[in-house]
């Protein structure tokens, strides 16, 4: 992983690449790649294109491109396309309108589907972003799917934002009114050598002129995408957009909101997912969605029942604010590298790093397998309770390890129910953490280590 990481920091589209696919499948390895970047994100020009279906945005995306290359720029972009609502594929097409860049190594083309996400962009958008940022792309480009009023959730990623319209779709100010009007920082007329192209400018600047004021009063720039008309004054609209918002603290503003709504999603899918496959699980949803439906229950109140649920279950467990995680498998080995090749080759699973205890005599290699970890540990001495494990037992497993949030809270639970540690509780452990050990003479023969975690992150390689 740490190699994919520097690999995708240095700019590489292969790694690029796969980062991407990684957060896409939401896998664990994509996160701490992402956590791993992120502080080297918040540096690149994120623009999005957005409007209506047939408004030319891929047309208007290829030109972009090619303007912003005329510069020397290395580019990003993220073209989102609808994915079907039966089998969850897409067309993925807007790589096809910009074949003539998928050769050009400084131009990073990424197509997305929706993978049935509304407000225009896919779960994985945000993410694509960083790891391109990171990646040195800069200006990124954001092409949203085409939905309509409802369009708006580019507004949230996107530094500045380009509303493209074309004449003559039927009365074209009703078509955007309810959205996309108060989300616009630049608008474009798309083929503009169309009849009602004039009319429909000035009906935006009537709207414009009577709407809410603001700032920052949008441009309207007419473009010929297929031609190459006007994209030289479109990029230099989007310079002045950009100027506007580092003059004060719009900017600023503008990414606060961004990361804070992000958050917010996150926090919600992980409270979700916690709910499904938590002690509640899918069944008992299912319970409440057949109650709801008989009327026999209203939905705040299944709500409210659900949420109690995770209360009371938080209060359960260590005693110190949620139940005990199971953080890791611990395997004694005679030597780690000969031991690796299995995990590492046969197995796939990534090694964050190998880290000498000198405390407890070992040396200890973690390798994330899913929601756990395993953990290889190698005597450095011959005297150390893991040599003679060894001796007595050969090579195996060797201990079970529970992560909790209050070390000496647990310790003291163990404590008044009579259970006895294996020396002292609170002595140093991997990873900047506090440990003890549970005697196996208490557990029924199973060594098992209590972990309260230090200020290293678990996932991140060293």
Request: charged share 25%; glycine share 12%; aromatic share 4%.
């Amino acid at each position: 992983m740490e190699n994919l990481t520097r690999a995708v920091m240095a700019g590489d589209p292969v790694a690029l690449a796969r980062a991407i696919s990684l957060v896409e499948e939401g896998a664990p390895r994509g996160e701490r790649i992402l956590a791993e970047v992120f502080r080297g994100t918040g540096r690149a020009s994120i623009i999005g294109v957005t409007g209506p279906p047939g408004a030319g945005k891929s047309s208007l995306v290829n030109r972009l491109v090619t303007q912003y290359r005329s510069r020397g720029a290395r580019l990003g972009v993220v073209a989102i396309d609808p994915s079907s609502a039966f089998s969850g594929g897409a067309i993925l097409g807007d790589r096809i309108r910009m074949q003539q860049h998928t050769l050009d190594p400084d131009v990073f083309i990424r197509s997305m589907a929706t993978r049935g996400r509304f407000g225009g962009l896919s779960r994985a958008t945000r993410d694509a972003v960083d790891l391109m940022d990171a990646a040195g792309r800069d200006p990124i480009l954001i092409e949203t799917v085409g939905v309509g009023q409802d369009e708006v959730d580019v507004v949230r990623v996107a530094d500045t934002v380009l509303v493209v319209l074309t004449p003559g779709q039927g009365d074209d100010i009703q078509a955007i009114k309810a959205g996309l009007l108060e989300i616009a920082d630049v608008f474009v007329i798309n083929k503009a050598d169309h009849p009602g192209a004039d009319r429909l400018s000035s009906d935006l600047e009537g709207m414009l002129a009577f709407g809410e004021k603001r700032d920052w009063t949008p441009p309207i720039v007419m473009t010929v995408a297929t031609e190459g008309r006007g994209i030289e004054e479109l990029v230099q609209a989007i310079d002045r957009h950009g100027a506007h918002l580092r003059q004060g603290n719009g900017l600023q503003r503008r990414r606060r909101a961004a990361i804070a709504a992000r958050f917010s999603e996150i926090l919600r899918d992980r409270l979700m997912a916690r709910i499904v496959s938590g002690d509640l699980g899918a069944p008992a949803l299912e319970r409440y969605e057949t109650r709801l439906l008989a009327r026999e229950i209203d939905p705040y109140s299944a709500a409210r029942e659900v949420l109690g649920h995770l209360e009371a279950e938080t209060a359960g467990g260590t005693g110190d604010g949620r139940p005990p995680v199971l953080d890791h498998l611990g395997v004694a080995v005679r030597r780690i590298e000969d031991r690796l090749a299995l995990y590492q080759d046969v197995l796939g699973l990534e090694l964050c790093g190998i880290e000498r205890i000198e405390a407890e005599g070992v040396r200890v290699a973690m390798l994330p397998a899913g929601r756990t970890r395993v953990e290889l540990v190698e005597p450095i001495g011959d005297g150390t309770t893991v040599a003679r494990f060894l001796e007595k037992r050969g090579e195996g497993i060797h201990h079970l390890c529970f992560e909790v949030d209050d070390l000496e809270a647990t310790l003291d639970r163990f404590r008044k129910a009579g259970i006895e540690l294996a020396g002292p509780g609170g002595r140093p452990g991997a990873e900047g953490s506090r440990i003890a050990f549970l005697h196996p003479r208490a557990t029924g023969g199973v060594l098992i280590e209590l972990r309260e975690a230090g200020g290293v992150d678990r996932g991140a390689a060293r």
